[in-house]
């Protein structure tokens, strides 16, 4: 899914992304509708790589 649903093995935020992302396709009453979601992206980043070099997965 690369990164637009998040950091590589990180399924639990990849997961939400997608369930958001689904949640619009279901009600958004107009085409082009953005809904932005509160993850930031940096900690997100910044935990992964945390993880990594303590040899673990998200």
Partial sequence: MGH??????????????LLEALDLLETAQLSGTI???PIKWADV?????????QGRRL
């Fill in 4 to 17: 637009h649903f998040g950091v590589p093995f990180h399924r639990d935020l990849q997961k939400r992304v």
């Fill in 35 to 37: 809904r932005d979601i």
């Fill in 45 to 53: 980043r910044r935990e992964a790589k945390t993880l990594s070099e």
